[in-house]
């Protein structure tokens, strides 16, 4: 059976990435689909780690032996063909090699790969996108994802003026979607409370801050944004056929 691994790409910390992949899971589980979930942020000790919200996820330390065959039993374990990975803030040289080596093999078992990369109006952030572009180089489709944080209605200067960018479009053709910005009362609430949007909307999270209307109407509004831009890039996200 087909399998597509969608993976956070590593690299420039506080872009909001787990909270893409959060609302990414909440997409799939709305077409009726469960994805494997890995979490390859070992270091992790705050609450931002995809196993704090999905105790379920599956830690896998690339620099165990072994890693590799994990991670291929977790691609013909799951009946969806959908694996759906969070990788760690600074990941770098460690997953890069840990990617060639599963990239070398996956072809060969119908696995296929698309790499989200997050952004804010950063040139620190932009970099990052572009150091794992020249290494994935064609081996992955890319959606790109433009954060606006705290800046609605951001012009991104730093992703659309620098030359690199226009390289990487024109030999890549990335999916592109804006992500909205949000109160920072409400997202340091999430994750404090290691809730996503989907139990706030499910009214599982039992806090009076999150029982209230207006909380409510955000987190169905900054939903349904991530879940357009999804839909947008579904030829990308669904498994393949």
């Known amino acids: ?78 009946a969806n063909g959908l694996v759906v990975a969070d990788l760690g803030a600074g990941a770098g040289e460690a997953t890069y090699r840990w990617f060639d080596e599963a990239f070398n093999d996956a072809a060969d078992f119908g696995i296929s790969f698309t790499s989200i990369g997050v952004t804010t109006n950063e040139a620190g952030a932009v970099q990052s996108i572009l150091k794992w572009a020249d290494h994935l180089q064609d081996r992955v489709e890319y959606l790109i994802v433009l954060n606006e944080f705290r800046e609605p209605g951001c012009d991104f200067i730093y992703w659309t003026a620098e030359p690199a960018t226009k390289r990487f479009i024109e030999a890549f053709s990335p999916q592109i979607m804006i992500m909205g910005s949000r109160i920072q009362e409400f997202q340091a609430e999430l994750r404090n409370r290691s809730a996503t949007l989907q139990q706030v909307i499910d009214g599982t999270v ?25 839909e947008r890039a579904s030829n990308i996200l669904l498994p393949p056929h």
């Open 206 to 230: 039992d806090t009076p801050y999150f029982k209230l209307s207006k909380n409510l109407f955000r987190a169905k509004r900054y939903q349904r944004g991530m879940f357009e831009g999804f």
């Open 1 to 78: 059976m087909s399998t597509r691994v969608v993976f956070t790409q590593g690299g420039k910390g506080g872009v909001a990435k787990t909270e893409v992949t959060l609302s990414l899971i909440a997409w799939y589980e709305q077409q009726g689909l469960q994805p494997a979930l890995l979490d390859f942020d070992i270091e992790n000790t705050n609450k931002s780690g995809l196993k704090n919200f999905y105790p379920q996820a599956r830690k896998i330390d690339v620099h165990r032996e072994g890693a590799l065959d994990e991670f291929f039993d977790v691609c013909d374990q799951n």
